[in-house]
């Protein structure tokens, strides 16, 4: 059995990344109903009571998980957004798949643990005016009118529609997806050019309405 390795540099401890791992993994693969102190604890191979001493309740493991994530998407957006192509690297970044599916359990989540609300709250607000000041940089550089095109509305969009778009996939709907992958590239390519290459180390190609 694993030892509580709490303490200096526990915040990053084998025992307690395993459980954030195991959280992690169960949700994705049963939802967030399914995860236990008893299933993450066994599936990270560690006493139960150790889930406690981490992170004291479920609901602070959740948060925890979240901010984990939240904070790994935060520094991969900093990097696509000081790239030579940042519009296309923030739609390639909201519209990565690998992470949707946590993002939507983490969301249902949220409607019935107020604490977990208003953790994704103070995130996508931190990542709003991250993406703001990015965006704002961009079209007044490329000499968009940002009173006809507001930075903000640009920003809303784009995550309004991948995020559309990827929850509609998750029930095998696709119609008008294709479509609309190409109508807001086309505003990407006017600006921006032919996306390049990918913004990040290990970023995917650009979106292909293939993949729907």
Request: overall charge negative; proline content about 3%; cysteine-free.
């Amino acid at each position: 059995m694993v030892k509580p390795d709490r303490g200096v540099g526990g915040d990053n401890s084998t025992t307690r990344q395993a459980l954030l791992d195991a959280a992690q993994q169960l949700m994705l693969d049963e939802g967030y109903a399914a995860v236990s102190t008893r299933r993450v604890a066994g599936m990270a191979g560690v006493n139960s009571a150790l889930v406690s001493y981490y992170f004291g309740t479920m609901e602070g493991l959740f948060i925890e998980l979240f901010r984990r994530g939240a904070e790994r998407s935060y520094e991969l957006q900093v990097e696509a957004l000081a790239s030579e192509q940042p519009l296309w690297a923030l739609w390639e970044a909201i519209h990565d798949q690998s992470s949707t599916a946590l993002t939507l359990e983490f969301v249902a989540l949220a409607n019935h643990r107020k604490a977990i609300r208003d953790e994704i709250s103070r995130s996508s607000q931190r990542f709003r005016e991250l993406q703001l000041d990015a965006v704002s940089a961009t079209l007044e550089k490329h000499g968009v009118d940002t009173d006809e095109y507001p930075p903000l509305a640009v920003i809303v969009l784009m995550s309004g529609v991948s995020r559309f778009l990827r929850m509609e996939e998750a029930f095998h709907t696709d119609m008008g997806h294709a479509s609309t992958i190409a109508l807001v590239e086309r505003f990407l390519t006017k600006l921006e050019g032919e996306r390049r290459t990918p913004a990040v180390k290990g970023a995917k190609k650009p979106l292909d309405s293939r993949r729907f």
